[in-house]
T-cell receptor, first 115, second 115 residues
């Protein structure tokens, strides 16, 4: 069964510092890959997605992610973090070759931003 | 604006009681999903539906039931058989058009608690 690992449960960065959130997946073929962000008590908002092609994808709010097939990773990055980026971030994958298209989520990384 | 509406935002259940969570979307999406979110565990799939009058069990369907009588509606019933229903429930939908590489859109969730 496919799985998604986000090894960092909680990360604290200073405002203006760079950010990298890690995501590794376990799946036989390259799945569809997503990053979502969740503010407290809210639903999930899509940041970016990877399906094929260029392995560096750009998303909303200045985020980007790089797909590395050899490492089965899809890490999320932002060059300069803003206080409003404090939230929980989820990496998710969806199978390519089934109709289910349901998402398998990592356990999330909670980002705290220090002034 | 198109979107997904979940109601109520907060719900309380008594022992032995069934409760129903509403999910309505006006995005004209074919596929709809229910996820359960517990702290530190990410989201887990309860049920999903690819088309009206059809639905499948997800990874944690025991103690839950759904119906899909209309394209825009996918209510979730938490039955008395679900012994640990306290969680945050998220509904999502997706456009099935194309290769299936359409991201899921999420509602703002319903928080269910036991009285």
């Amino acid at each position: 069964a496919q799985s998604v690992t986000q090894p960092d449960i909680h990360i604290t960065v200073s405002e203006g510092a760079s950010l990298e959130l890690r995501c590794n997946y376990s799946y036989g073929a390259t799945p569809y890959l997503f990053w979502y962000v969740q503010s407290p008590g809210q639903g999930l908002q899509l940041l970016l997605k990877y399906f094929s092609g260029d392995t560096l994808v750009q998303g909303i709010k200045g985020f980007e992610a790089e797909f590395k097939r050899s490492q089965s990773s899809f890490n999320l990055r932002k060059p300069s973090v803003h206080w409003s980026d404090a939230a929980e971030y989820f990496c998710a994958v969806a199978e390519r070759d089934t109709g289910r298209r349901a998402l398998t989520f990592g356990s999330g990384t909670r980002l705290q931003v220090q002034p | 604006d198109g979107g997904i509406t979940q109601s109520p935002k907060y719900l309380f259940r008594k022992e032995g009681q069934n409760v129903t969570l509403s999910c309505e979307q006006n995005l004209n999406h074919d596929a709809m999903y229910w996820y359960r979110q517990d702290p530190g565990q990410g989201l887990r799939l309860i049920y999903y539906s690819q088309i009206v009058n059809d639905f499948q069990k997800g990874d944690i369907a025991e103690g839950y039931s759904v119906s899909r009588e209309k394209k825009e509606s996918f209510p979730l019933t938490v039955t008395s058989a679900q012994k640990n229903p306290t969680a945050f429930y998220l509904c999502a939908s997706r456009n099935r058009a194309g290769d299936g590489n359409q991201p899921q859109h999420f509602g703002d969730g319903t928080r269910l608690s036991i009285l």
